[in-house]
């Protein structure tokens, strides 16, 4: 073998080593700064709507009670209605994520947002909201890492909450910028209400429900408004765009 082969063979076995440590050290250093996190958290954690907005903002985060396993939600009367808008079901997600597992919830992805409410109570905005975050602690070789879904729900004064570890047949690779959307879940219902979806529902009689969806992983790129009657049927659907507003009726 000549020299310069030789040569190169050198440089070739020496960087092949060197990256081959810094890929186990990178795992290691990876495995070892990664938070220990209960992956079994899971379970319901009542709160009172009428007060808990006006606790967290004088930073009081003792509000949630962690309820037993057998904990069935039930419609509270008389009837609760809120005002909510995104933010504000946000800022409750934020504060039971951060009572439960002490870490930010800017420490996660925002994988994808739902909203809900009975089309009698369009005119006040969502009257319920579910998260699903994420975080990848490991994204060479074999994905992992943890997700995280909190449904808040006023009517029940409950919140569920369920922290478990990612399965490797799920997508993780797209999440939601708060900071960058333009247009928000209350944005959406109105644009929805303006543009056909209270026509539908008042010809039902607001014997229906809506929900608005925004989940870029999956079949949600942008925001979906879709009302539906009692059996599930869908009478009125529409696409917003969470950035711009623009739209598109796509039922009827």
């Avoid at 082969?5 to 990664?34: K, P, S, Y």
């Avoid at 002490?102 to 809900?116: K, Q």
């Avoid at 659907?237 to 623009?246: R, S």
Wanted: glycine share 4%.
């Amino acid at each position: 073998m000549s020299k310069y082969l030789r040569n190169r063979a050198f440089l070739f076995t020496v960087v092949t080593g060197l990256f081959a440590t810094c890929i186990a050290w990178w795992l290691l250093h990876d495995i070892e700064t990664t938070p220990a996190i209960d992956t079994s958290v899971e379970g319901y954690y009542t709160f009172n709507p009428e007060s808990i907005l006006k606790s967290l903002d004088q930073s009081n985060a003792d509000i949630f009670e962690r309820q037993s396993i057998d904990f069935e939600p039930t419609i509270i009367t008389p009837d609760v209605t809120v005002q909510w808008n995104q933010a504000n079901y946000f800022q409750i997600a934020s504060a039971l994520h951060a009572n439960i597992l002490d870490e930010p919830i800017a420490d996660r992805n925002l994988h994808f947002m739902i909203f809900r409410a009975g089309c009698e109570q369009m005119d006040e905005g969502p009257q319920q909201a579910v998260f699903e975050f994420y975080r990848i602690t490991q994204p060479f070789f074999q994905k992992k890492g943890y997700k995280e879904t909190i449904n808040i729900d006023p009517a029940t004064n409950s919140i569920w909450f369920q922290n478990e570890r990612l399965s490797s047949r799920e997508i993780y690779s797209q999440s939601i910028n708060l900071l960058q959307l333009k247009v928000s879940a209350n944005d959406a219902f109105r644009i929805a209400e303006d543009n056909g979806g209270r026509k539908a529902r008042l010809e039902l009689e607001n014997d229906c429900s809506v929900s608005a969806i925004l989940a870029p992983d999956g079949s949600a790129q942008n925001w979906e408004v879709n009302y539906s009657n009692r059996d599930s049927a869908h009478i009125f659907d529409i696409i917003i765009d969470e950035y711009t507003g623009e739209y598109e009726v796509i039922h009827p």
